[in-house]
């Protein structure tokens, strides 16, 4: 029997409506903590005190995820429930348009990072080379997402970060012997012959070929090329004043001996942030964070490529391979104030931006309704958050963690003596541009 003729023809057109009405909830969540060794331990880390009001004082407390990747999702505080799995049940909290463009999930992975020891110098991959790693080896490369990131910088924090300019490739190459011996002669003196106009594709290929020798240089060569390295310092530190880098060589070389890392490092860029100023770093540039604590923030992914200080698994012929080996020093961000008591952290990335806000007491700050998914951490003080829609607030104080639905206004007030901190992670405002 044929469909009644009423059921086959398409249904009149409506007009859609500007805003969807998502679900007008303020959930609190329970957030997954990880224990890497590199992490500050017991009370001394950040991530511990906003995570945790008994920590172990002998146990590393490296990071905070808060977000709905599986290495460490994010439940709803009550019953439990996975927030992607609440997510996939209210599509509308993420509003149209990100769920169209990222398949029903949260764009975003947020975190809090407290680094007491150096991490491993990465890459992450773009989304086409993530899709390929992660066909192959799913056991290390445990999505098909590319990650950019960015860090804002809580304490002073240290970074290596791209590649350092020709000039100071030179300098490195011309006072540290110990690494002119891993590179080659060959390699050694294309660089040093290279000029700041040369063709990028030019000083790309010399400088992936000689990083790629000294990263690849056996193990033998390398201890002995670090002892000879650290040996000279230590001399020379008892009659000049060594440089910042190669301060950095000798701190790096106490925490992983015998380590190309150590060596490395020289061909970076050194970054110290201070508080409040942040950077960005996109797909296949190398990096190591060094030491402090910082909010940091990233598409949803946790593909890394390794190739140093770490004893993890290390991929350097995949690194090598992947990296741009541009010779850029990266853009430091400091925030723009977009209201009273508001600045916002807005890199070149369409899946994230954060705003950080510092609300002074008896003051009350409104967070617009924007078209896409928050998540507010509370840093410091106490106070209230109160939806749109809620007659009376929420109590919020440190380690508080919220989700808050688009299309959702946010009022924040302090409650206490001293402001209250906090920090917002949602979608890049240009994205909906």
């Not at 290390?140 to 990131?149: A, C, F, L, Q, V």
């Not at 080996?325 to 990335?349: D, M, N, S």
Request: charged share 25%; net charge negative; aromatic share 8%.
């Amino acid at each position: 029997m044929e469909d009644p003729p009423a059921l086959a023809s398409p249904e009149p057109e409506t007009e859609p409506e500007a805003t969807p009405a998502p679900p007008q909830r303020l959930l609190r969540l329970r957030c997954a903590v990880q224990h890497y060794e590199w992490g500050q331990r017991g009370a001394a880390s950040l991530v511990a005190r906003l995570a945790d009001q008994n920590p172990d004082p002998a146990r590393p407390y490296a990071e905070l995820w808060m977000g709905t990747h599986p290495s460490g999702p994010s439940t709803l505080l009550g019953d439990g429930a996975l927030l992607r799995d609440w997510l996939a049940r209210n599509p509308d909290a993420l509003a149209p348009a990100v769920a169209a463009r990222w398949g029903g999930d949260l764009p975003f992975l947020f975190k809090v990072l407290s680094v007491a020891k150096a991490l491993s110098i990465q890459a992450h991959p773009d989304k086409k080379l993530a899709e390929v790693l992660h066909a192959l080896r799913p056991s290390t490369y445990k999505d098909d997402n590319h990650k950019p990131e960015m860090a804002i910088a809580i304490t002073e924090f240290r970074a290596l970060c791209g590649f350092a300019a020709i000039q100071e490739l030179k300098d490195v190459l011309r006072t540290v012997p110990e690494i002119e011996g891993l590179v080659g002669h060959e390699d050694t003196g294309k660089l040093m012959n290279m000029k700041e106009y040369d063709g990028v594709s030019e000083v790309k290929s010399s400088l992936q070929s000689a990083f790629a020798k000294l990263m690849t240089a056996s193990k033998d060569m390398v201890s002995e090329a670090v002892a000879k390295l650290i040996n000279r310092l230590n001399t020379d530190s008892k009659i000049r004043t060594l440089t910042d880098k190669e301060q950095l060589v000798l701190s790096l070389e106490r925490q992983y001996q015998d380590d190309v890392g150590v060596l490395a490092a020289l061909f970076f860029n050194y970054v110290k942030l201070s508080p409040g100023e942040a950077l960005y770093i996109g797909a296949n540039e190398p990096h190591a964070y060094l030491s402090g604590e910082c909010i940091e923030i990233m598409a949803t992914s946790d593909n890394v490529v390794r190739a140093g200080l770490t004893p993890k698994y290390r991929d350097v012929q995949t690194l090598c391979s992947m990296l741009t080996y541009k010779q850029a020093f990266l853009e430091i961000l400091r925030g723009v104030p977009v209201q009273p008591h508001v600045r916002r952290y807005t890199p070149p990335f369409n899946e994230f931006e954060v705003d950080c806000c510092l609300v002074p007491p008896g003051e009350l700050v409104v967070i617009p309704r924007v078209p896409g998914p928050s998540i507010f951490l509370v840093m410091t003080g106490e106070g209230k958050i109160q939806l749109d829609s809620m007659s009376s607030g929420e109590k919020a104080k440190e380690g508080d963690v919220f989700f808050v639905p688009a299309y959702t206004e946010v009022k924040i007030s302090a409650c206490g003596p001293e402001s209250v901190h906090l920090y917002r992670a949602g979608v890049n405002s240009r994205f909906f541009s």
